[in-house]
């Protein structure tokens, strides 16, 4: 069944140059948006002519090339500055010259730290309230609502994007290094977000132009959004899930899909891809595959239930359980091993493309803070805790994203 055929044109998107966000953007409809794409008509949010409403924001194309030169492409797809980890397409390249290969951490209470070596330190500590600890009084404060709730972060066109509110309208926000945040939509409480053939989504809102404008997301009828993720296969599609049903982006709307993986997923789990293959993982363990953009899907389970977001590491998915790894090459077969030690539990985990290095933090109720552990490993299976003088122990993590961010007083260039 196709829900809601609006012209979004999610399909047919084209690499657009990224500019750079104004603080608080206002939700627009872009009359641009709709020339580019060759139609007449307007999302939601805008005008029956094609012309964007008097206050939307005006995009700076002066800085829009500044940004592109340092921001490298904004393509989304199998760029390894994306959480698939594959390798840029033929004629992209790498990053821009003078970038920094880092991770960036979101956790609760707008916390954000980054890593600029390899994961072996994170610094750039920083939260709306370093003070506040989470469900200590007969377990409140609830930081897993409100405004400041971590959900999910993207990365692309040379911008970290980490989205904060949940039952709450909360910023959306971006940075060029990981340390300096800007926001660039509020209020926002969409959960989840990714990045794709330029575009930044999410299940209310998406930004073609790295979110100097935004515009209302055509509803897909899908209830509580649960996760988000981007399919590069067949010119790309957007996949979006809730506890009314899972919808995949078709070029003119969406169209509902059965993945066989249900809406019960860890917060910001997102999805990962193959060249050839994009998969979703479950809470439950049940891995779905397409290999044809979302139209079709096939299902099969890991071995265990998953604590942890996927990830691809160029040769094979990996996903974590309790003591447990598993990996797959293609999405179908699944192999497990345990890990060392015996008792991890994860659920934001990083690969970075350039050295091979997952990184991850520990996931265990209460256990943020004093008790917070930061581990890195080389194969994914061995897990090594860094010391405790090399990250400050404070909110839970809740995603990790792997990019390449502009230098800063914390990770200085090289």
């Not at 990224?18 to 007449?40: E, H, M, P």
């Not at 293609?330 to 997952?358: M, R």
């Amino acid at each position: 069944m196709t829900i809601d055929r609006l012209p979004l044109s999610l399909l047919s998107l084209l690499p657009l140059v990224g500019c750079s966000a104004s603080r608080g953007g206002a939700v627009s409809g872009d009359g641009d948006r709709d020339r580019r794409f060759g139609d007449a008509a307007t999302d939601a949010a805008g005008l029956a002519d094609g012309r964007a409403p008097a206050d939307a924001p005006t995009p700076d194309t002066a800085r829009a090339r500044d940004d592109a030169a340092a921001g490298g492409v904004i393509d989304g797809a199998g760029d390894p500055r994306d959480r698939d980890g594959t390798a840029p397409p033929a004629g992209e390249g790498g990053p821009a010259a003078g970038m920094i290969p880092m991770f960036v951490a979101q956790g609760s209470v707008e916390r954000t730290t980054i890593s600029c070596d390899d994961g072996m330190t994170w610094v750039g500590n920083q939260s709306a309230d370093d003070s506040l600890r989470c469900y200590s009084n007969n377990n409140l404060p609830d930081c897993d609502h409100g405004e400041t709730a971590g959900r999910g972060l993207a990365y692309g066109g040379g911008w970290f994007f980490a989205s904060f509110g949940w039952g709450a309208g909360g910023p959306l926000k971006r940075s060029r290094d990981g340390v300096v945040w800007e926001t660039a939509l509020t209020p926002n409480q969409q959960g989840t977000i990714a990045f794709g053939n330029g575009r930044l989504f999410g299940s209310d809102h998406y930004t073609d132009d790295l979110g100097v404008t935004w515009h209302n997301t055509p509803g897909a009828a899908a209830g509580v959004t649960r996760n988000v993720g981007f399919i590069p296969q067949a010119g790309g599609h957007f996949v979006l899930v809730g506890d009314n049903g899972t919808f995949v982006s078709d070029g003119s709307g969406f169209t509902r899909v059965t993945t066989g993986c249900g809406a019960a997923f860890t917060l910001g789990s997102g999805a990962v891809a193959s060249a050839s293959t994009t998969i979703l993982v479950n809470s439950d363990g049940v891995a779905c595959r397409t290999t044809d953009g979302g139209t079709t899907w096939k299902s099969t389970s890991v071995g265990g239930a998953i604590l942890s977001h996927p990830i691809w590491d160029g040769s094979a998915f990996r996903v974590w359980g309790r003591g447990k790894m598993y990996r797959s090459a293609d999405g179908a077969a699944w192999t497990a091993t345990n890990t060392t030690p015996s008792t991890l539990q994860i659920e934001s985990v990083a690969y970075s493309p350039d050295t091979g290095t997952f990184v991850a933090v520990r996931d265990e109720w209460l256990e943020w803070y004093a008790a917070q552990i930061f581990y890195r490993s080389l194969d994914g299976i061995i897990w090594t805790a860094i010391p405790k003088a090399n990250f400050v122990g404070s909110h839970r993590i809740v995603d990790i994203e792997f990019g390449y961010g502009a230098p800063s007083a914390a990770c200085p260039a090289r």
